[in-house]
């Protein structure tokens, strides 16, 4: 009784930091805006601030409040603490942001307790959408643009292959997923090897693979030095395309990465949902809006995630009309379709998850600076974990 | 720090008086209770703030009682919260044996890891705790078949306490159980720090060698109370596991090590009570700065700690107890 009678009262106190809000929509978004991963968390929050700058801060008639809450890392108790606050304290109607899979799992019970929109803007990991019924992404999984990779390697020609990845989950996951889709469609990998995730020497890696003698080295480490210093102990031991094709994901040779790698870089092969310099009036829109808000900093994964997050969000709300029950903007949110400066993109009406375009692109020379030129487009591609036993 | 001079009568004598409960302490757990009525919206980071408080306690206990320079106690808090989070995984959610459990298996780390402790003194003992706490967290990214790895450990399920007080959104459940399990902290470590033991504990702090000399064994001292401190450590990490159902590598880092050291040389060390107040103190600055300020917070709590030891250089504590002590 006196349990029923403070909840009671603690949903008033709840509903009282709401009623004000009547003719706004407060959107409460949980990333790493400080520590090691702060970059990500900044470029998300870019990519939002971007996409209100762009269409206003107002949707169905109300007015679009941001408040921004850190996580300073991969914390799941922090994020779940911050998701707490921001429900019931700050009486926000959406959770948004997610940089790190452990915020997003954090946070998972809490927009299903308090039956909140829940939209995921990186997370990559594929199971952070089983976590809630109220959990929409709009970034990419890690099996999304591996597995499909793995098929279409076979098929471009390769047969047989050697991973190296980074010894923690993403570069398991990634390890996981090429290499399923590899052997699936008929090839063979010949060796798999783990490097650590922070300051490794490549070169006796590299060496090992050497050995192998592979056809193709498959790759993912996390982004920073890594990239230059693998480019660097690749070339030193001739294993450069087009004698040994060498595979990844996105992170290996986005901007930053190649401008480290240099002539390194050439002829690698990476796999990703999201390209730079895609020729396309949309995305061409985007990255001069960007940079020029950003002081020249080009957009990337985390940046679209959340400008494409903020696109769902206002989408859901004027089919909703303004109503902002976590029920109705998911429902709303089931199968939305629509143009994104990455390509076609739509939600997964049974997984909540995105559904999109996977870019298979190569590193060539382009008016003397080095771009991610894309060779191969595999449309309509959905995680392909979901459903399947884990 | 009262010296034992003052104590004219027996040793005895002079510990009861120091146990008695006085009006500061009394007065401070009846301002626990306030968040309940005054901040309800508060009650999640209180929770998290009593967890960490019970974390700073058992840094307490071998820091500032028995000289153990520690930098890598966040080991034992990680441990508790993954011995937490796995048995619920295990089909047993009971948050209380979940809590008993946990301790123990923190304890029983504590009392293995010990051993090594006690051979070493000061600069050496900041590497081995700093080693140990590494190693413990590069074991749980390895295995992350068990626990989960960067991602987390998925699949907390904790049952509602005594079955029947749900963890709630609002976070009375959280900051009750967190606040009684504090309060039994407490008490637990009150009587340690002024018992013949506690005592004992000092004198190795202030001279090692001479403990032999009175007969004193300091390396069974020393282990008995790391051994202690672990569990408490490990009780406060199955806490925050229980009350979010949530278990990260972050409860292992090197980071949380460090923070619980700065929350208690904030707050005053050797005081039980300075623990507490510098978890306070840190957790709610934090809260408001990086409420205020995302991306640059740390900066104001860089100024915050300078500024608060610059004048206080014994903590918070250690400067009113000063002021106190002078107007008398």
Redesign the interface.
Known sequence: MVKKIVVALAMGFGLAGGANAQETVKIGVIVPYSGPFADAGNQLDAGIELYIQQHGDEVAGKKIEIIRKDTGGPSPDVAKRLAQELVVRDGVDILAGFALTPEALGAADVATQAEKLMVVMNAATSVVTEMSPYIVRTSVTIPQVNYPFGKWAYESGVTQAYTLVADYGPGHDAEQSFARGFTEAGGEIIGADNTPVANPDFSAYVQRVRGADPEAVYIFIPGGAQPAAIGKALAERGLTPPDTKIFGQGELTHPEALESMGENALGIITTFHYTLERDDPLNNEFVEAYREANDGRSPDLFSIGGYDGMHLIYEALKETEGDTSGDALVEAAKGMSWDSPRGPMSIDPETRDVVQTVYIREVQEVDGVLQNVIIDEIPNVKDPLHGADE | MTTVSQAATDPHSWLRGQSRWSYFEIAFWVIALLPFYFF???L??AS?IAITALFAISVDLVLGYAGIITLGHAMFFGLGAYAAGLITKAGWGEPLTGLVFAGAFAALIGFLTSFIIVRVRHLALIMITLGLGFLTLELA??M?WLT?????L?GVDVWPIFGW?EF?????TAYSYSLIVLFLGVVAARRIVHSAFGLSLRGVRENLTRMPAIGSPYRFHLQKIYTISAALAGVAGAL?TQT????????LSF?RSADIVVMLILGGTGRLYGGIIGAIIFMVARDQL??MN?????FWIGLLLMAVILVMPNGILGGLSRLAGRRS
Do not use: K, M
Request: hydrophobic residues 25%.
């Open positions: 309800p919206t508060y999640t980071l998290q990214n390895a992350s989960g790895g960067a991602d987390g998925r007080f709630d959104l609002w976070g009375y925050l979010t159902e949530t278990v990260s590598l972050e409860t980071q990086s409420g995302p991306q640059y917070w740390y």
